[in-house]
C-alpha cells in the first residue's frame, strides 16, 4: 500500500484481556516506531526497531507491552493483561534511515480497555 | 524538564488571515531536528515542516514556514492565508541526534486551532 497501515482501527478489551496491534509500515521502510497517544495528550514514544532488531524499547511503559518485527516488516504490539490506563491511541511509524523527517504515522489503534 | 513546550492550549484565526503556533524546545545536543505535524480529527498524524539545527534559513512549505530562533529555543510555526480545513490539533516535536540517527520524536501537548469563516 502507499502508506503505514494499523490494525484493528479499534479495539475494545476487558480489563486483563491480552491484546495485539499490528502495523504495516511502507515498504522498504527500515525504520518503525509505535508510539502511545493519550487522549488530549502528544504522542509519546514506546521503541524503535531497524529491520528485525528492536534497538530502542525505553518507552515501554511495562513489562506487560511486548514488540516484536520478526521478518523486518510488519511489527505487532502486544499487551498483556490490558489496565485501564493502557486505553490510548497506539500510532505506528515508518521512515528511511537519515530520511527521519519523512516519518510517516498510520492512522493509529485506538484502544479502549473497560 | 519539558522538552518540548506548547502554551497554546488552543488558538482561534479567522479564514484568510494568518497565525503563529508556539513552540519551544530544550536540550543540549548540538545536532537535532524540529518537526511540526497536524492531527485532524480523524486522528492521522500529518506531517507539515521540518527545520534541522543546522539550517541556516527557515524552512518554507507551501502555506506553512516555520520561525526558528536558535538563542531562543523557539521554532515557532505560522500559517499564513488560513484555511477551515486547517482546524485540527497541531504538534510540535523534536528528534535529537544527527539526521542520521533513528528518528526517535518527542512532542509537545499540541494547540488545537480553529479556523473561522
Known amino acids: 500500500g502507499a502508506g503505514v497501515s494499523q490494525s484493528p482501527r479499534y479495539k475494545v478489551a476487558k480489563r486483563g484481556q491480552d491484546v495485539a496491534l499490528r502495523c504495516d509500515p511502507i515498504?522498504?521502510?527500515?525504520?518503525l516506531f509505535w508510539y502511545q497517544q493519550a487522549l488530549g495528550q502528544g504522542p509519546e514514544f514506546l521503541t524503535y526497531?531497524?529491520?528485525?532488531?528492536?534497538?530502542?524499547k525505553s518507552g515501554l511503559p511495562s513489562d506487560r507491552f511486548f514488540a516484536e518485527r520478526p521478518e523486518g516488516s510488519v511489527s505487532t504490539l502486544k499487551i498483556q493483561r490490558t489496565q485501564q490506563e493502557d486505553s490510548a491511541v497506539y500510532l505506528c511509524?515508518?521512515?528511511?534511515?537519515?530520511?527521519?523527517?519523512?516519518?510517516?504515522f498510520g492512522p493509529g489503534t485506538r484502544l479502549t480497555v473497560t | 524538564a519539558q522538552k518540548i513546550t506548547q502554551t497554546q492550549p488552543g488558538m482561534f484565526v479567522q479564514e484568510k488571515e494568518a497565525v503563529t503556533l508556539d513552540c519551544t524546545y530544550d536540550?543540549?545536543?548540538?545536532?537535532?531536528?524540529l518537526f511540526w505535524y497536524k492531527q485532524p480529527s480523524s486522528g492521522e498524524m500529518i506531517f507539515l515542516i521540518y527545520?534541522?539545527?543546522?539550517?541556516?534559513q527557515n524552512a518554507t512549505e507551501g502555506r506553512y514556514s516555520l520561525n526558528f530562533q536558535k538563542a531562543r529555543k523557539s521554532a515557532n510555526l505560522v500559517i499564513s492565508a488560513s484555511q477551515l480545513g486547517d482546524s485540527a490539533m497541531y504538534f510540535c516535536?523534536?528528534?535529537?541526534?544527527?539526521?542520521?540517527?533513528?528518528?526517535?520524536?518527542?512532542f509537545g501537548q499540541g494547540t488545537i486551532l480553529t479556523v473561522h469563516p
Open positions: 516535536a523534536m528528534r535529537e541526534g544527527p539526521g542520521t540517527s533513528y528518528g526517535k520524536l518527542t
Open positions: 527545520q534541522g539545527s543546522y539550517d541556516q
Open positions: 526497531f531497524q529491520n528485525e532488531a528492536q534497538l530502542d
Open positions: 511509524a515508518s521512515s528511511s534511515p537519515g530520511l527521519d523527517y519523512e516519518q510517516y
Open positions: 515498504s522498504g521502510h527500515v525504520s
Open positions: 536540550t543540549s545536543d548540538p545536532s537535532y531536528g
